[in-house]
């Protein structure tokens, strides 16, 4: 049996008789009876993109690696580009969402535009993120925009846990009319604390916030429109208190919603803890990076870190989430009946 390597087809004219025509540093010229000449590069190509979303500024790996800033920044946008985009990674892929989706919004710098919003939507049942985008503001058109994408990829959308922005419902109702909204309690505490100014200093507020939290601390909604029956006519009620119960009873559904998904058998948190624990891993990167130069570069890198979070081992799950530890996000809402994607990063 003849093992010997064959040398490279001709580039040029397809022709297999070639022969190695010198070389120098990895880099082997060839040439062909036709006469053509061609080389091919065989020094390992970098990898710089896995790195790069890692933590270290581009400034940093060009002077780790010896080579040009420029050098570095062009590789990296080309790694950049090549990558598949999120949403379709999703619509490919995934097929065992939960429908109880966090979303929340993390701010980041663009030149010649305000701080501008990556707004994601996490699944609540296999912390996997099905979509996110950047937008000029949570606005109603932003929020609209994110549903339509989900809607688009087949998330199964059956309720939002999110902090108290004003434009989420109605765009939930224009895409999702059938979902449901649950407010995240922690959000809106650190706003009633905030609104009555409850600090070490001034603590005349004090007694009724913590009944609030032990409201908000309460199972079973008999127990809790009771407790709160009691707090409505109490008679030590202070300035600007009665505002904030009136806001509780107009909320009250959005705030408590959590306890009847549960019953339906879905896992549903009161907060939105696990969109900010994801958003503080986005700053924690974007600390290292004063902002972008466009838009386009900015939603490249989203999209990649995006990606990134998604085919990383979880490590530090505790309570109901410890047998997520050393999966990642992808694995758990993945159709098992289709081939693994080849995503290098």
Not at 17 to 31: A, C, E, I, M, P
Request: with cysteine.
């Amino acid at each position: 049996m003849n093992t010997k390597k064959r040398n490279p087809q001709c580039a040029a004219c397809g022709n297999l008789n070639t022969q190695k025509w010198g070389s120098r540093n990895g880099l082997k010229r060839y040439r062909c009876e036709q006469g053509h000449a061609f080389s091919i590069d065989f020094r390992p190509k970098p990898k710089l993109l896995g790195a790069y979303l890692a933590g270290p500024s581009v400034r940093n790996i060009a002077a780790e690696s010896g080579l040009k800033k420029s050098a570095i920044a062009e590789h990296l946008k080309r790694e950049l580009s090549a990558l598949p985009q999120n949403e379709l990674i999703t619509k490919a892929y995934c097929t065992r969402f939960g429908g109880v989706l966090c979303v929340d919004g993390v701010y980041l710098r663009v030149r010649g535009h305000e701080m501008m919003p990556f707004i994601s939507g996490i699944d609540f049942i296999t912390h996997d993120v099905p979509a996110g985008i950047i937008d000029f503001a949570e606005s109603g058109v932003a929020f609209e925009r994110l549903f339509n994408i989900l809607k688009e990829v087949g998330y199964p959308l059956r309720y939002v846990v999110a902090d108290e922005a004003p434009a989420l419902k109605p765009a939930l109702r224009k895409v999702f009319p059938q979902a449901e909204v649950q407010l995240c309690q922690v959000h809106v505490l650190r706003n009633i604390r905030k609104t009555l100014h409850v600090t070490t200093k001034d603590e005349s507020h004090l007694p009724f916030f913590r009944n609030i939290q032990e409201l908000f601390r309460m199972a079973g909604e008999t127990n809790r429109r009771t407790f709160f029956l009691e707090l409505t006519h109490s008679q030590s009620l202070k300035d600007g208190e009665w505002e904030i119960l009136k806001s509780i009873r107009s909320r009250w559904d959005d705030l408590f919603r959590f306890e009847s998904i549960r019953k339906e058998g879905l896992a549903c948190p009161r907060d939105n803890n696990l969109s900010e624990a994801y958003n503080q891993h986005f700053q924690s990167r974007m600390s290292g990076i004063k902002g972008f130069e466009t838009i386009s570069s900015a939603e490249r890198f989203v999209n990649a870190w995006t990606i990134r979070r998604r085919f990383t081992p979880f490590r530090a799950c505790g309570e109901h989430f410890k047998h997520l530890n050393g999966k990642t996000p992808f694995s758990q809402s993945r159709n098992p009946d289709l081939p693994y994607p080849d995503i290098l990063l």
